[in-house]
């Protein structure tokens, strides 16, 4: 398995940006990788998905022109978070799936294998 840290989160007014990155404790380069979302009361739902194939991310409807998932490297991936809105306030969590496996889009939680801890991020009106 893989180790996963999630760094970035804070505390920002609605309309700023946010950056979070995910460490590995191993390559995860040729991975399927995602961030998820949990607010609270709500169910934990993928936020963007980045494919190592041909490159091809995915996100939620919700986020679509405002994140953006990158990897950095072999061990890194980012979630660039823009126009922050009230409703992206969750803790956040990086993802990624056992090697050799491609989920389709949209996610479930059971198609990632490790997760990390989670970083949170407040977006206030």
């Known amino acids: 398995q893989v180790q996963l840290v999630e760094s970035g989160g804070g505390s920002v007014q609605a309309g700023g940006s946010l950056r979070l990155s995910c460490s590995a404790s191993?390559?995860?380069?040729?991975?399927?990788v995602a961030w998820f979302r949990q607010a609270p009361g709500k169910e934990r739902e993928g936020v963007a998905a980045a494919s190592a194939a041909r490159g091809a991310t995915f996100y939620v409807d919700s986020v679509k022109g405002r994140f953006t998932i990158s990897r950095a490297g072999n061990k890194v991936i980012d979630l660039q978070m823009n126009s922050l809105k009230p409703e992206d306030t969750a803790m956040y969590y990086c993802?990624?799936?056992?090697?050799?496996?491609?989920?389709?889009?949209?996610?479930?939680?059971?198609?990632?294998?490790?997760w990390g801890q989670g970083t949170q991020v407040t977006v206030s009106a």
């Open positions: 191993a390559s995860i380069y040729n991975t399927y």
């Open positions: 993802a990624a799936a056992p090697p050799g496996r491609w989920p389709p889009w949209p996610l479930r939680e059971t198609d990632l294998r490790d």
